[in-house]
């Protein structure tokens, strides 16, 4: 999931963007914004950085031992 300091970013970046009129509603604003960034990130099942490049590493290893397999499978069918 994305990091919650993320969608605080964007929560502020999004009020801050709000015309002059409406700052009083600011707050109730920034909390809107932050319940729909978060329902829509959570819906998207996004991965952070970290466990997409465990993922990438366990990948590897299972495809060079693959590699190992299928050639170790080609030395006993010959």
């Given at each position: 999931?994305?990091?919650?300091?993320?969608?605080?970013?964007?929560?502020?970046?999004?009020?801050?963007?709000?015309?002059?009129?409406?700052?009083?509603?600011?707050?109730?604003?920034?909390?809107?914004?932050?319940?729909?960034?978060?329902?829509?990130?959570?819906?998207?099942?996004?991965?952070?950085?970290?466990?997409?490049?465990?993922?990438?590493?366990?990948?590897?290893?299972?495809?060079?031992?693959?590699?190992?397999l299928e050639k170790r499978l080609e030395e006993l069918a010959s």
């Amino acid at each position: 999931m994305i990091d919650l300091r993320t969608i605080d970013e964007l929560t502020r970046r999004l009020s801050d963007s709000l015309p002059a009129g409406l700052t009083q509603a600011k707050d109730e604003l920034e909390n809107q914004f932050r319940s729909v960034l978060t329902a829509a990130f959570e819906r998207m099942n996004l991965v952070g950085r970290e466990e997409y490049d465990a993922q990438c590493a366990i990948l590897e290893q299972t495809r060079m031992k693959l590699q190992e397999l299928e050639k170790r499978l080609e030395e006993l069918a010959s």
